[in-house]
């Protein structure tokens, strides 16, 4: 039986996934990427895995950075994922204009974010279009407990399936 491309896709895009940016950095350039393939792989020690398309800027970053931060974002506000779907801008402290600091591996992490997750790569897997990025959490931060994470469902964004050419 041969799978159709859009019942792949139908099925995939049920996937629940959430929601966040990733934050990286190596040397004085920094980005960060919207992204929905994010989960925690251990408990001891506490790893964190993010699947990042192999020409994204942000997998050469965490390659080259050897971290990546999870920003993790408020339910009800959700645009600032739009922004995010290509390379960021940097300039005063600021990545497309949402102001950010440094983690304790350097990678940002944003101010407006309800919490976030530091991590120091501890594997890499090639997995074909994308790279599973493993991550051990050295440091983290809740903002705002009150607050829901976003989930894709919490938008009218899909990601997963087939690849779109």
């Known amino acids: 039986m041969v799978l159709e491309n ?6 995939t895009w049920k996937i ?19 992204t929905s393939w994010i989960t925690q792989l251990s408990m001891e020690p506490v790893l964190i895995g993010v699947g990042v398309d192999n020409d994204a800027v942000t997998h050469r970053l965490i390659t080259e950075g050897g971290s ?8 009800e506000n959700t645009r600032v994922f739009v922004k995010f779907s290509k390379p960021a801008t940097y ?16 990678a940002p992490v944003f101010a407006d974010a309800i919490a976030w997750i530091d991590c120091e790569v ?8 994308h790279t599973l990025f493993v991550g051990e959490v050295v440091d983290a931060a809740v903002n705002d407990d009150d607050k829901r994470s976003a989930s894709m469902s919490d938008t009218r964004m899909k990601y997963g399936g087939v690849k779109r050419h």
């Open 16 to 34: 629940p996934n959430a929601l966040a940016l990733v934050g990286s950095r190596s040397g004085e350039e920094r980005n960060a990427m919207t």
């Open 6 to 11: 859009e019942l792949l896709n139908q099925v």
């Open 68 to 75: 990546f931060t999870v920003n993790l974002w408020d339910a």
């Open 122 to 129: 501890r594997h890499a897997f090639d997995l074909g279009t």
């Open 91 to 106: 300039a005063d402290g600021a990545l497309n204009g949402w102001a950010v600091a440094e983690a304790a591996t350097g």
